[in-house]
């Protein structure tokens, strides 16, 4: 970019083009910062609902064997109740 030269050496207006495409390179980077930041929310917030919905399958499973007990202790109870 300096061909060889020493900034020393640059003309004001070389100096102003250097310091303007620098300026557009790190509004550039700005937007791709703020543009992968936003792509890491967003999947951060999918990996929260992953978790939730991954914590309520759990839960459903645990009413689900709770029940099953209860159903299986209410039919031996029945049966018993018919032996007698």
Known sequence: MLK???IKRLKKVEMLEI???QAE???RLRQTIDELESQLADKQVKL???GSIAEA???LTNIFEEAQ???DI???NI???GER
Do not use: F, H, N
């Open 57 to 59: 399958s759990l839960r």
């Open 4 to 6: 060889g030269k020493t």
């Open 79 to 81: 049966r018993r109740q």
């Open 48 to 50: 929260a609902e992953v």
């Open 69 to 71: 007990k209860a159903a």
């Open 25 to 27: 390179e790190i509004d």
């Open 19 to 21: 310091m303007s495409k």
């Open 74 to 76: 209410y039919l031996e």
